[in-house]
């Protein structure tokens, strides 16, 4: 089984600075993927950054890097520079990334319940 | 267009219709999802889909909800007899193969649709 906590229902942060999201994670899955997604008010799920169990380094892509420490099984977000687009639901998911030992499903992403993301200008 | 698409946006219906919500997914995808959003929280997974494999339904809430995929492409989900928990907003997913571990292949979401039971 797998499961991601996100302990901010919301954060606040001023247009320019930066931002951390938190994630933690449990799973049993040897191997698995971590996803963040952002959820602006209209409702789209939009694929932000990924992150392999195996990776040695840190995923960035453009102002979105991830601070994966495995060990502490946590996948926090990092936001550089907000910007006023930024302001939406944010939700970390885990994959496992080989199928479980019963050989029953399931390549699920198992969700967090979101942090709600509001930049002020 | 290239993304996933969904149908329709918006479904009101009275409590015990049955209703269908269609899904196409991102040509060239053979990994489609299922989940369900209700307000104010995460994604729910329903059921997945993998090229001509069977389905897994693990995530179905009850057996008033199935779904199927005809030709491994178009999806579609069906509630019989609706409830009013079962509004919600159900998001379809497509990705490339995930049955071999395909590594940080993203789910591309459709916008979903908004189903609201009376």
């Known amino acids: 089984a797998q499961k991601i906590t996100q302990t901010q229902p919301g954060m606040f942060v001023q247009e320019k600075e930066a931002v951390t999201l938190d994630c933690t994670y449990d799973?049993?899955?040897?191997?698995?993927?971590l996803f963040w997604y952002k959820q602006p008010s209209s409702g789209e799920m939009i694929f932000l950054i990924y992150q392999g169990s195996y990776d040695q380094q840190n995923a960035t892509e453009g102002r979105y890097s991830l601070n994966f420490q495995k060990a502490r099984k946590s996948a926090n977000l990092v936001i550089s520079a907000s910007q006023l687009g930024d302001s939406a639901m944010y939700f970390c998911a885990i994959f496992p990334l080989l199928p479980p030992l019963s050989g029953a499903g399931s390549y699920q992403l198992t969700f967090g319940k979101g942090t709600k993301l509001s930049v002020i200008p | 267009g290239a993304g996933v698409s969904q149908s329709p946006s918006n479904k009101v219906t009275e409590k015990g219709k049955d209703v269908e919500l269609r899904c196409d997914p991102i040509?060239?995808?053979?990994?489609l999802y299922w989940y369900r959003q209700s307000l104010g929280q995460g994604l729910e997974f329903l059921i997945y889909f993998q090229g001509n494999s069977a389905p897994d339904k693990s995530g179905l809430p009850s057996d008033r909800f199935s779904a199927e995929r005809t030709g491994g492409s178009v999806s579609t989900l069906t509630i019989q007899r609706t409830q009013q928990e079962d509004s919600a907003v159900y998001l379809c997913?497509?990705?490339?193969?995930?049955?071999?571990?395909?590594?940080?292949?993203?789910?591309?979401f459709g916008d979903g649709t908004r189903l609201s039971i009376l």
């Open positions: 799973t049993s899955d040897p191997s698995y993927g």
């Open positions: 040509s060239g995808h053979t990994a």
């Open positions: 997913a497509s990705s490339l193969d995930s049955s071999v571990g395909a590594a940080g292949q993203p789910q591309h």
